[in-house]
């Protein structure tokens, strides 16, 4: 009777075992024509790219030069940014003043004692650039994501 119930077990795995197989190919190519339609997707929306990054490009662009702009006449209208180019044109006025007297003394037949006019740089012009930068990173890595989730869902076979 165990022979019976052994030849019954292993007629029931072997039936279970091709049934398995059965499908695990049924799965497998499934995924492979998943697999194969993804790619299709994946080089139809590399075309895509390819074709629009131009205007896409240029679109961007115009969208800096407008940014540009609304920055400037932001910026412009500004008392601090006013006290700033104040703050630098004394920097550029000191130079004329030492060129007056350089050439005064040239002209008196003197030697020269007047310094050379030395311009420095404001950093802190340099640590609102550095914020700038920073957030302006910030804002186009939230853009790469943004077009890494599109080209995701197009290749995914949503739309894009």
Known sequence: MTDAK???????????????????????????????????????????????????????????????????????????????????????????ILTAAQDAQNRLGETATIPENRIYDATIMDDVINAAEQRAGEIAADFADELDAKREAYVSGGEA
């Open 6 to 96: 052994l030849e019954k077990a292993r007629a029931a795995a072997e039936k279970a075992a091709q049934e398995l197989a059965a499908l695990e190919a049924a799965e497998a190519e499934k995924a492979a024509t998943l697999a194969a339609e993804r790619d299709a997707r994946e080089i139809e929306y590399a075309h895509r790219v390819k074709e629009t990054w131009r205007a896409e490009e240029e679109a961007n662009s115009e969208a800096e030069k407008a940014a540009r702009a609304r920055f400037y006449e932001l910026v412009s209208n500004e008392p601090w940014f006013e006290a700033f180019a104040e703050y630098r044109a004394h920097r550029f006025k000191r130079g004329h």
